[in-house]
């Protein structure tokens, strides 16, 4: 999980000082200041976490936490003057994950924003299973969920820059010619030209930069493994 927020609230003090507070702890924050510009920035550059006021102009927060839940399970976070017992159970039902009552400490959110990300990032560890997992140096794959961690960190990719690399990391220092590379990610029946496995390799190299898959000259591809 990474750490960019979203911040949707209308009052200007609790905008700087709130943002001020995450971004001091390291987080990415985006402040909208409404609802309908909240969605235009989920439509375009979707937060790891929002933050969210109730009492907003135009749409509201309650509605606002419906349709983000409708599409996402994205942590929420309610920030709000309205502190009757009625309000908070509302916030909960419609999506929200926890619910803070202004005024509040700032560090009393910081603390929760960490709390939420923590319990986040437990929810999402793969499966740790030995038939699950391709590990190779500093690469781990989970095949099962079709996901690639470099160096602990986590990389979005293709449906076959995954396949590639589940490849070459199932037969570590074993030299894959492009016509087998072809067949094996592409199938028996593509009738393209071999640069497509030339492209692929670049993609994920200039993806996750210091991936060890070797060009053999004149043959194709291997992924090097340096520890045993």
């Not at 920035?41 to 927060?61: C, E, V």
């Not at 690469?139 to 990719?157: A, G, H, P, S």
């Not at 030339?198 to 210091?210: C, E, P, Q, T």
Request: hydrophobic share 35%; aromatic share 10%; charged share 35%.
């Amino acid at each position: 999980m990474s750490n960019y927020i979203g911040l949707v609230e209308d009052d200007p003090n609790i905008q700087n000082i709130v943002s001020a507070y995450l971004k001091k702890e390291g987080y990415e924050v985006a402040v909208k200041g409404s609802a309908e510009e909240a969605l235009e920035l989920w439509q375009s550059n979707p937060p790891d976490m929002w933050i969210l006021d109730i009492m907003l102009p135009g749409m509201d927060g309650y509605e606002f936490c419906k349709k983000i839940r409708n599409g996402s399970d994205v942590p929420i976070i309610i920030i709000s003057a309205k502190d009757d017992e009625i309000d908070k159970i509302l916030g909960l039902e419609l999506g929200g994950d926890d619910y803070l009552t202004k005024p509040f400490s700032p560090r009393e959110l910081i603390a929760r924003v960490k709390r939420l990300f923590k319990r986040t990032a437990l929810m999402a560890k793969p499966k740790e299973t030995d038939d699950n997992k391709v590990k190779v140096d500093h690469l781990l794959i989970y095949k099962d969920e079709r996901r690639i961690f470099w160096n602990e960190d986590e990389y979005e990719v293709t449906t076959k820059e995954f396949d590639m690399l589940e490849l070459l990391a199932e037969n570590a220092n074993r030299a894959f010619s492009r016509e087998e590379l072809l067949v094996r990610i592409w199938g028996n029946d593509y009738f393209g030209s071999d640069r497509a496995v030339d492209d692929l390799v670049k993609r994920i190299r200039k993806k996750i930069g210091d991936i060890p898959i070797e060009t053999v000259w004149g043959y194709g591809y291997r992924l090097r493994k340096e520890e045993d």
